[in-house]
């Protein structure tokens, strides 16, 4: 399952971006309002800082179906990158209908705010190419965010959609996992759960072991200053 950072802080994304195999980059109007400033700058920062190969993924801020085909492709335009540059569009019946429109003309289009397997599947018969179901927000109000996935994952591989899940909205690790094992094709993760998918204590005390033991063996020098010499 491939992972993709979920904000627009260009801090975080230099740094995930340098560390992490991330794939790309999700935002939509709440993470861009969170960074607040010129926010055609900001995306394009985002592209710059990630470059051509890695996936952005922009969200429509328009509502009416003429408006969201017209800056769905000035966003594209603006970034320069069709084939990366993902537009997001919210699944509601206008959302449907500009994804069938845009995806017939090329344009990569990930339907979000998916909450259910029947909205996925809508999108992928619209010809979507990621679904973006909300894991947490599910979770949150006692419904199945991972069997929900694990739905969508099903239907599609019965139905051969070229479509791919691009699970969102995490707050734990274990949501991060158990959407891996149902077969998603991707998620995207922020920065706090991002960093909780590496990080472990007693990775640390591993790691602090090694270099003890091998210092009161060999000194202050490295396999590299040996095989140098
Ligand atoms: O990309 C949007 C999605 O990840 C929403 O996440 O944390 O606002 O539920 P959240």
């Known amino acids: 399952m491939r992972i993709i950072l979920d904000t627009a802080n260009l801090e975080d994304i ?3 971006n340098t560390y992490y195999p991330i794939e790309g980059v999700t935002t939509n109007p709440t993470i861009l309002s969170r960074e607040g400033g010129d926010v055609l700058k900001l995306l394009r920062d985002i592209r710059d800082i990630i470059g051509e190969d890695k996936e952005l993924h922009v969200q429509v801020t328009e509502t009416e179906y003429e408006n969201i085909i017209v800056e769905a492709k000035a966003i594209v335009a603006y ?7 993902f537009v997001k569009i919210p699944a509601t019946d ?9 995806s017939d003309e090329g344009y990569g289009i990930t339907v979000t705010a998916v909450l259910t397997a029947a909205q996925a599947l809508l999108a992928s018969n619209a010809g979507a190419a990621y679904v973006a179901p909300y894991v947490s927000r599910l979770e949150n109000i006692c419904e199945d965010g991972v069997g929900t996935v694990a739905d969508i994952a099903e ?3 019965v139905s051969g959609t ?5 699970a969102a909205s995490f707050k734990t690790v274990k949501e991060v996992l158990d959407v891996a094992v149902c077969g998603c094709h991707a998620a ?26 091998w210092k009161k063996s060999f000194g202050e020098t490295t396999l590299l200053k040996l ?3």
């Open 188 to 213: 995207t993760v922020g920065s706090d759960v991002m960093k909780k998918l590496l990080a472990h204590t007693t990775t640390d005390t591993s790691i602090e072991g090694f270099a003890s033991d």
């Open 94 to 102: 206008t959302g449907l209908r500009a994804t069938k429109a845009l």
């Open 227 to 229: 095989l140098k010499k």
């Open 162 to 166: 070229d479509t791919q899940i691009l």
């Open 79 to 85: 970034l320069g990158n069709k084939k990366n540059t």
């Open 155 to 157: 239907i599609f591989s």
């Open 14 to 16: 230099r740094y995930f």
